[in-house]
């Protein structure tokens, strides 16, 4: 089955990660892996498993 995208999407970011920590999504692009709150020490980052997912978003739109 085809993905229906949105006409007014014009780009992705892709580096998206689910935390198998926390078990929420966040963004793996940087260095820094921000604050995990299932990290098993004090102000440790997520960790990503799985796959990547890539948000979809409108540039033309800005609010
Ligand atoms: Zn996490």
Same mark, same amino acid.
């Given at each position: 089955?085809?993905? @229906?995208?949105?006409?007014?999407? =014009?780009?992705?970011?892709?580096?998206?990660?689910?935390?198998?920590?926390?078990?929420?999504? *966040?963004?793996?692009?940087? @260095?820094?892996?921000?604050?995990? =709150?299932?990290?098993?020490?004090?102000?440790?980052?997520?960790?990503?498993?799985?796959?990547? *997912?890539?948000?979809?978003?409108?540039?033309?739109?800005?609010?």
């Amino acid at each position: 089955m085809a993905v @229906q995208i949105p006409d007014a999407v =014009n780009t992705t970011q892709s580096d998206w990660r689910f935390c198998k920590q926390c078990h929420s999504l *966040f963004f793996n692009g940087y @260095q820094e892996k921000g604050i995990c =709150n299932g990290a098993p020490q004090v102000g440790g980052g997520h960790s990503a498993a799985g796959w990547d *997912f890539y948000l979809l978003a409108d540039t033309d739109n800005l609010r």
